[in-house]
Structures are given as C-alpha cells and as structure tokens.
C-alpha cells in the first residue's frame, strides 16, 4: 500500500512518545512523507482565559516556540534513525 503523506500526532508523552518513529517507518516504506502535528493543548484548554493583552500574546508565543522545540527535536529523532531524506 502507497501512502502519499502520513500524518502524526506528536508529543513528549509517553503514549505519543514512539508514533513519530512508527509513522516515519510507514511514510518511508510507502515513498510517502511524514507531517508532524504538535496541538499545543495549553492554549487550545485555556480559551476561557485569552484575552488580546499583550501579556497573553507573549504566553502563546512561548507555547508556540515550545512547540516548535518539540518538532525540531522529534524532526532530529526522524533524522537520526535514517527515516528522512
């Protein structure tokens, strides 16, 4: 079976931990590509809260450069184990 793009949710939980490796595995066997999705639950758990200060816009953005952390690192893990070209 070809598989054109194969997405994956990451993060550093445990359940989570090892589907990065798994679905670059698949997307390399199948000549596909793997697309790595990080939601930062955070700021999705928080929308009660937000507000337009200046306060909370530093706060997402320190979720989001968290985030882009944990794709980099998972990018490097992929990387690592010969899974991306």
């Given at each position: ?11 550093d939980s445990e359940p989570l931990g090892k589907t990065d490796i798994e679905a670059a595995k698949i997307a390399k066997m ?56």
């Amino acid at each position: 079976m070809n598989f054109g793009s194969v997405l994956c949710i990451t993060s550093d939980s445990e359940p989570l931990g090892k589907t990065d490796i798994e679905a670059a595995k698949i997307a390399k066997m199948s000549g596909g590509r793997i697309i790595l999705l990080h939601v930062v639950e955070k700021w999705r758990n928080s929308e009660f809260l937000v507000t337009d200060s200046p306060e909370w816009k530093t706060v997402h953005e320190d979720w989001l450069a968290e985030g882009m952390e944990l794709l980099e690192r998972k990018e490097e893990l992929v990387r690592a184990q010969g899974l991306y070209s």
